[in-house]
């Protein structure tokens, strides 16, 4: 069973904007906080942005201002809103569900590739 489908990446130039999607079940999404991760070559996967069930939100300095983590309850989906896009972005994006001591716990999905040229 699918639990988390990832969408939206590409590439795109320096300065330029992408709007990533995860639709998730409902089972692992509802009532739980939702995270956006990335993962470049050769480099461990970081937490990029994390979003409560009520909707307070948290960014990783790295992408403080020009990255915005939102939710639509009703469709299980987050998004992640990325401008001003740097080549230091560039990474395979993934999604996750948010468990106890805030670690991710669903399986993780095939993610978005998200490539930013200089």
């Known amino acids: 069973q699918v639990q988390l489908v990832e969408s939206g990446g590409g590439l795109v130039q320096a300065g330029g904007s992408l709007r990533l999607s995860c639709a998730a079940s409902?089972?692992?999404?509802?009532?739980?906080?939702m995270a956006w991760y990335r993962q470049a070559p050769g480099k461990q996967r970081e937490l990029v942005a994390r979003?409560?069930?009520?909707?307070?939100?948290n960014y990783a300095d790295s992408v403080k201002g020009r990255f915005t983590i939102s939710r639509d309850n009703a469709k299980n989906t987050v998004y992640l809103q990325m401008n001003s896009l740097k080549p230091d972005d560039t990474a395979v994006y993934f999604c996750?569900?948010?468990?106890?001591?805030?670690?991710?716990?669903?399986?993780w999905g095939q993610g978005t590739q998200v490539t930013v040229s200089s």
């Open positions: 996750n569900a948010l468990g106890l001591l805030e670690k991710p716990f669903a399986s």
């Open positions: 409902g089972s692992i999404f509802s009532g739980n906080a």
């Open positions: 979003i409560s069930s009520g909707g307070r939100t």
